[in-house]
């Protein structure tokens, strides 16, 4: 799989990357065993980027990985981890104090000493502007604790005011085609500025995976159940924003247009991978066969369908029937 560059650390990651949101909690359940063999199906396909986060099952994310990455001396994965939601997303919380106690955690969780990657786990907007979070994020990188750090945001003026600070490795930012803003300045802001772009919840929650209908039902404790509205966490973490019917529909428009042989999910993580200025793409997957197919989408970024038809499509469906609804609000 295509390797890129991970900002300015030195690193490489791959061009499709692993989220493990949901193999600590929030999507129904999944065993240890199956969340494992996610992530060996990811790793024998070339993947070399693991996304998760502190709060991820309380931290069982992070421990699966630790314990499966443990049986595999000189693995070569970057594991990026997020902190800032042990606590209510508050500004008065993000002090150093509580970045050290949060990273202690994650490394033992990890079974590291130096954690790759850390990243602010969707902060307030104040948070992001403070010079103060930089100044203790400096402090754990002189410190051994962390390697490099970024952001992960849920809005384009929160990616650029994290891309204009000069440590910040990366930013994670929903970005699909049903959340197009990023393309206006994030991207190439992040580009200019030699700052990684992970791309999260690629496929919109599963919408853009073409297997929905409007009547589709999910779990009780799915957030795709209780958050579609914004109750639990921002609305726009679920199904990227989008009403669920008006996404189904959408998502069998995509799907129409592409050829025989290429599937939905597939062409949507190519045609991400493929814009300029992202780095990474980190789908999730609750099994196998999904992994499998998720990491095989690199291959479309090469070719095998046509990506620019594809574009116009997504561009012609976003404005049509998404733009007014989702490009104010994200």
């Known amino acids: ?27 129904g359940a999944v065993t240890e065993d199956d969340a494992t063999a996610v992530l060996a199906a990811s790793v024998d396909e070339g993947v070399t980027l693991f996304d998760t986060a502190d709060v991820y099952g309380d931290g069982r994310s992070e421990s699966i990985i630790g314990r499966f990455l443990g049986g595999r001396p000189g693995h070569g994965i970057t594991v990026a981890t997020k902190m800032g939601r042990r606590l209510a997303q508050e500004p008065e919380n993000y002090t150093p104090e509580n970045f050290r106690t949060w990273t202690d955690r994650s490394r033992a969780n990890l079974g590291v000493d130096t954690l790759d990657l850390v990243q602010l786990h969707c902060p307030p907007t104040a948070v992001i502007e403070d010079d103060a979070t930089y100044d203790a994020l400096d402090a754990l990188v002189a410190d051994g604790a962390i390697a490099a750090y970024g952001v992960s945001v849920e809005t384009t003026a929160q990616a650029l005011a994290a891309i204009a600070r000069p440590n910040v490795t990366n930013v994670q930012i929903i970005f699909n085609p049903f959340r197009l803003k990023p393309l206006d300045e994030v991207l190439p802001a992040a580009e200019a500025a030699g700052v990684a772009i992970f791309a999260r919840v690629p496929l919109a929650s599963g919408l853009l995976s073409g297997r929905y209908t409007a009547a589709t039902t999910f779990a009780a404790d799915d957030h795709r159940t209780y958050n579609r509205h914004g109750e ?9 924003g989008v009403d669920f019917e008006t996404g189904v529909a959408a998502a069998a428009e995509l799907a129409a247009a592409l050829p025989d042989g290429v599937s939905l999910p597939a062409a949507t ?12 793409v980190i789908p999730g997957a609750r099994n196998v066969r999904q992994a499998e197919s998720n990491a095989a989408a690199a291959a479309l970024v090469e070719g095998g369908f046509d990506l620019a038809a594809f574009d116009r499509v997504v561009h012609d469906v976003y404005d049509r029937d998404l733009r007014a609804a989702i490009h104010p609000h994200w």
């Open 1 to 27: 799989m295509q390797q890129r560059a991970l900002g300015r650390t030195g690193r490489s990651v791959s061009a499709i990357g692993l989220g493990t949101w949901q193999l600590g909690a929030d999507w």
């Open 232 to 240: 639990a966490f921002d609305r726009g973490e679920t199904f990227s």
């Open 269 to 280: 993580l190519a045609w991400i991978a493929s814009r300029p200025g992202v780095t990474s």
